[in-house]
């Protein structure tokens, strides 16, 4: 790992970490409020808080390392980098939705942010890095 690495990974994360909390937070709130019997209490789910947490840095690593083995940079390369496995995210969510009695506004909801949040993810981890010449 370089220090390009990991001023994208921290870059990336934090921008992952922020942006889900607004999403979920403010923009879901509701929506989850209004389905409580699908969720863990809040009291509990802050229990899991470490899990979510790892969640997302696993997520940002995974997008931080396709897109610098890819070996493309620039921001344009890295979008769509996210945005391509924003496409396999969405696979996940309709998945989920079969399985699961979750409102299909909800998911839909979550599909569309994972490709903007993806895209932008890519970009951020694509514009730091930029392949030796």
Known sequence: MNA???GALIATFVFVAVYDFVFHN??????????PQLWRPEA???DFMAYLTL???IITLGIVWIVFRTERGGWAAGAMTGIALAVIAAGTNLIFFAVQP???DLVCKWIMSGFVQS???????GAIY???L
């Not at 403010?26 to 389905?35: D, F, M, N």
């Not at 895209?119 to 981890?125: F, H």
């Open 4 to 6: 390009r690495f990991i």
């Open 26 to 35: 403010i923009y879901l709130g509701p929506i989850y409020q209004a389905t």
């Open 44 to 46: 509990e789910m802050m």
């Open 55 to 57: 969640g997302q840095f």
């Open 102 to 104: 979750l409102p299909s």
């Open 119 to 125: 895209a932008i993810a890519g970009a951020i981890a």
């Open 130 to 132: 930029k392949p030796e």
